[in-house]
Nanobody, 119 residues
C-alpha cells in the first residue's frame, strides 16, 4: 500500500519542541519533494515547509521561519520537521505530502498528526 504516515505529534507547552516524522510506505521517498501543511480548527490549510527531493532546497512559511527546520533522510525513507519555540498558534493537525516539486505536492498525502501547544 502506497502511503505517507506522520508521527511525533502531541501536547507540548509553549516554548517547547517536537519533531514530526513523515515516513513513506510502498514507494521511494527520495524521488519526491515533500511538504508539511497544517490545519487548525476553523482555519484553512496552510503550507508550513517544503524540501526538494535532493534536500538542497527548502522553503518555510514566514510564521515558522527561524523556529522550524525541515530535513530528510532518504536512506530511512523519512522526512522530518523539527519544531522549536512552539507557540499556541502552532496548534493544528500537521500533514505531509509528496509530489514532483514543492509547487505540485499532490501525489500522496498522509492522515495527519495532532500538535497541541498549551500550558
Amino acid at each position: 500500500q502506497l502511503q505517507l504516515v506522520e508521527s511525533g505529534g502531541g501536547l507540548v507547552q509553549p516554548g517547547g519542541s517536537l519533531r514530526l516524522s513523515c515516513a513513506a510506505s510502498g514507494f521511494t521517498l527520495a524521488y519526491y519533494a515533500i511538504g508539511w501543511f497544517r490545519q487548525a480548527p476553523g482555519k484553512e490549510r496552510e503550507g508550513v515547509s517544503c524540501i526538494s527531493s535532493s534536500g538542497g532546497n527548502t522553503d518555510y512559511a514566514d510564521s515558522v521561519k527561524g523556529r522550524f527546520t525541515i530535513s530528510r533522510d532518504n536512506a530511512k525513507n523519512t522526512v522530518y520537521l523539527q519544531m522549536n519555540s512552539l507557540k499556541p498558534e502552532d496548534t493544528a493537525i500537521y500533514y505531509c505530502a509528496a509530489g514532483s516539486m514543492c509547487a505540485l505536492l499532490r501525489d500522496y498525502w498522509g492522515q495527519g498528526t495532532q500538535v497541541t501547544v498549551s500550558s
